[in-house]
T-cell receptor, first 117, second 111 residues
Framework: EAGVAQSPRYKIIEKRQSVAFWCNPI?????LYWYQQILGQGPKLLIQ????????DSQLPKDRFSAERLKGVDSTLKIQPAKLEDSAVYLC???????????????FGPGTRLTVL | QKEVEQNSGPLSVPEGAIASLNCTYS??????FFWYRQYSGKSPELIMF????GDKEDGRFTAQLNKASQYVSLLIRDSQPSDSATYLC???????????FGQGTTLQVKP
């Protein structure tokens, strides 16, 4: 079974530029998550999708970050314009179980390491 | 603010010893707890999860959950140098099932 795929693996941009990350979850997984992991910290949830609907985006900085999951499979996370503090690893994860009190296991992709200069 | 707290470490243990990693959480609504291992430069990989009070064993790993004390732990028996990594504790549940991660504990197993 193929895992969660992400691209690109690395990205270096200047502040105020825009960037987009792509994620393809494990086949059949309806729930998709985007996390931001700053060096030395645990992953922080940015947005959670169930199929193509947003379940939780309470920690997504909506003035600069956007995400979509058209057709309920692949997802794209965009930052525009980027700030220095956006330098982090952006992790995509997927789960086969619908959100609720008892969670399904989340499987992580390799991540995209973003450096903003 | 719902939080999961871990000591960042590093926790250093000799090879063959038992490593004990601890985690506390603030949200009593959390029902699911996960331990992930993250090697430097890599993404988190699941070690095990626990939903019920008590112990759950999987090979060299034992997860412990005490909901009354809001405490989760991971024991690693016969620690190996390959166990050296950052261990992330995560808790979740509630309406959306949002998973909240701790900052991770760095474990160093010395040969």
């Amino acid at each position: 079974e193929a895992g969660v795929a992400q691209s690109p693996r690395y990205k270096i941009i200047e502040k105020r530029q825009s960037v987009a990350f792509w994620c393809n979850p494990i086949s059949g997984h309806a729930t998709l998550y985007w996390y931001q992991q700053i060096l030395g910290q645990g992953p922080k949830l940015l947005i959670q999708f169930q199929n193509n609907g947003v379940v939780d985006d309470s920690q997504l900085p909506k003035d600069r970050f956007s995400a979509e999951r058209l057709k309920g499979v692949d997802s794209t996370l965009k930052i525009q314009p980027a700030k220095l503090e956006d330098s982090a690893v952006y992790l995509c994860a997927s789960s086969s179980r619908a959100p609720g009190p008892t969670l399904g296991t989340q499987y992580f992709g390799p991540g995209t390491r973003l450096t903003v200069l | 603010q719902k939080e999961v707290e871990q000591n960042s470490g590093p926790l250093s243990v000799p090879e063959g010893a038992i490593a004990s990693l601890n985690c506390t959480y603030s949200d009593r609504g959390s029902q699911s707890f996960f331990w992930y291992r993250q090697y430097s430069g890599k993404s988190p990989e699941l070690i095990m999860f626990i939903y019920s009070n008590g112990d759950k064993e999987d090979g060299r790993f034992t997860a412990q959950l005490n909901k009354a004390s809001q405490y989760v732990s991971l024991l690693i028996r016969d620690s190996q140098p390959s166990d050296s990594a950052t261990y992330l504790c995560a808790g979740g549940g509630g309406n959306t099932g949002k998973l909240i991660f701790g900052q991770g504990t760095t474990l160093q197993v010395k040969p």
